[in-house]
C-alpha cells in the first residue's frame, strides 16, 4: 500500500488557518464583495495574498456591512433585516 505524501511547496487549507495566512475562501468572499460593497474603495490598491487570517476576516466583516446587493428583493430584505422587521 503506497502512502500519500504530499511535495514541499503544496499545503492545505488547514495551513492557512494555522500559520495565519488568508485562506482560499477568505480570498475569493473579498474579491466577491469587491464589486457590491460601497467600502469597495478602500480597499482597491490591496494585496489579498499578504493578508493574515485576522485582517482578512476584519475586511470581510466590513464589506458584508456595506454590502449593496444587485438583486431589488436581496436590497429589500436588507433594510428589513436592518430595521428589525425581518429575521
Not at 503544496?10 to 488557518?17: A, K, L, S, T, V
Request: net charge negative.
Amino acid at each position: 500500500m503506497k502512502v500519500m505524501t504530499s511535495k514541499e511547496n503544496e499545503h492545505d487549507w488547514i495551513d492557512e488557518h494555522f500559520e495565519n495566512k488568508c485562506s482560499i475562501y477568505q480570498m475569493g468572499r473579498i474579491e466577491q464583495l469587491m464589486v457590491t460593497s460601497s467600502a469597495a474603495e478602500n480597499y482597491e490598491h490591496l494585496d489579498i495574498e499578504q493578508l493574515t487570517y485576522d485582517e482578512a476576516k476584519q475586511i470581510i466583516e466590513v464589506l458584508e456591512d456595506n454590502d449593496n446587493p444587485r438583486d431589488c428583493r436581496e436590497q429589500f430584505r436588507k433594510i428589513l433585516k436592518r430595521n428589525n422587521f425581518y429575521s
